[in-house]
């Protein structure tokens, strides 16, 4: 299995995103040069265990959710982030979003065999 680095560097640039942080900020949370952050964002350098660890810590989050898409188990991440993401909706809300996800589910689904027929 390799490791991609530039999805991992996709997540860390949401993740910054998220938290309202500029790669500057970043960068100086852990110790790099904004070059250097600017470099792991786009997956042109590969970083140490010891920075991406340094890196999740200063964006709350952790190592796994940075990593998930070189994970072979990321489905169970995936749902975890899903759980995390409703913990703090009310019942109804949850009704709404799984009416969403069942829907979106049903469009991908056709969507996907209808893009099969294309190619057979």
């Known amino acids: 299995m390799e490791i991609n680095y530039q999805e991992i560097g996709k997540r860390i640039r949401l993740a910054r995103m998220n938290k309202n942080y500029t790669q500057d900020m970043l960068a100086e ?3 790099l040069s904004t070059p250097h952050m ?6 042109k350098t590969k970083l140490s265990l010891p920075t991406l660890v340094r890196i999740a810590n200063a964006l709350s989050c952790t190592v796994d ?3 998930c ?3 072979e188990n990321a489905k169970v991440l995936f749902e975890n ?3 995390l993401e409703t913990e703090d909706c009310t019942e109804e809300e949850i009704r709404i979003i799984t009416d969403m996800i069942k829907a979106l589910k ?3 689904r056709k969507r ?3 893009s099969k027929c294309h190619y057979e």
Do not use: F, P, T
């Open 29 to 31: 949370l852990v110790n």
């Open 38 to 43: 600017s470099h792991i964002e786009s997956g």
């Open 65 to 67: 959710q940075l990593l």
């Open 69 to 71: 898409d070189s994970l």
């Open 81 to 83: 982030e899903i759980l």
């Open 106 to 108: 049903k469009s991908l």
């Open 112 to 114: 996907n065999v209808k």
